[in-house]
């Protein structure tokens, strides 16, 4: 058999400072009334957690990283590739892969980043399988999704109701039994300036005028449609399925970006899969961007939900609009 990828473990970390909806009712409801109660319902987030002030996106990464390739048996130097994906960045550059790498000691690995905002990492697991499948040299690859957006907003902003902190790890590594399957990824550029940090890159240097303006914090500056996904996910993951020659009924888990409650049960109604198939984790830990698939998955292999031999399929979804979609074989 073709020589492959496997997950062989997974992890993640929830930090500990709770910002529940009722701090957010305090902070907004003069202001916008009502806007926590109808995102509260229209998402299903009752709450999110913030990391410490003095930490940077690393170092949220940092415990997921440790716990994943504990729970593989891996050492950080046993470690080839750190891949890692976000678009809440320590710096514009360097990438944040190589500050963790050196948190973690990975003293061996290579790093790179996937900047595809929420669809980064199933983006990160199909380049890590494709760089297992044709090096033989690499043979061990922690995939890493981290969000800290919170820290890149404007506290006054009533959008951070979605926003919460959080990380998630897997560790990929060689096989000659079946892992992973394949991919399917779309993409919509027309959208790229819906939802942004508009100032801080090479379009519009910060200066003092575009920091005071807030040009420099994440705004959603027009409507962002959820028929994206509504629409999208459906299409993504049928094409996935046709590629790759299974049935949408095989699916055993099918994990999506934890943005919304509502769309994730329209779109498994259109797909045709119970609901017993997904895992949802919004709830409780807010919207945590690249990190909330592989905290979804985290939780649903702890909770017994995920096992060997099933189909697992990942869709992401982020700003832009980037989609990716990914098939395993636990």
Known sequence: MPRTARITSTGRYLPERRIDNDLLRARFDARVPEFVNKMEESSGIRCRWYAPDDWSTSDLALPAARQALERAGKRPEDVDLIILGTDSPDYV???????????????????????????????????????????????????????????????????????????????????????????AFQADGAYAEHWAIF???????????????????????QRYPPEINHEGWPRLVRRLAADQGFALSEIDVIIFTQVRKPSIELVMQDLGLPLSKTHMVMEDWGYTGSACIPMALDSAVEQGLVHPHQLLVLVGSGVGYNQSAVAIRT
């Open 199 to 221: 100032a801080g890159g090479t379009k519009e240097p910060a200066t003092p005028e575009n920091v005071a303006a807030g040009r420099t914090t994440v705004k959603l500056a």
């Open 93 to 183: 550059t360097p990438a944040t892969s190589v500050v963790l790498q050196h948190k973690l000691g990975a003293r061996n690995a290579g790093t790179f980043d996937v900047g595809c905002a929420c669809a980064s990492f199933p983006t990160g697991v199909a380049a890590g399988a494709g760089i297992i499948a044709t090096n033989p040299a690499i043979r061990t690859v922690l995939v890493v999704g981290v969000y800290m957006m919170q820290r890149l907003a404007d506290p006054n902003d009533p959008m951070v109701f979605f926003y919460g902190d959080g990380a998630g790890a897997v560790v990929l590594e060689a096989a000659d039994t079946p892992g992973f399957i394949g991919a």
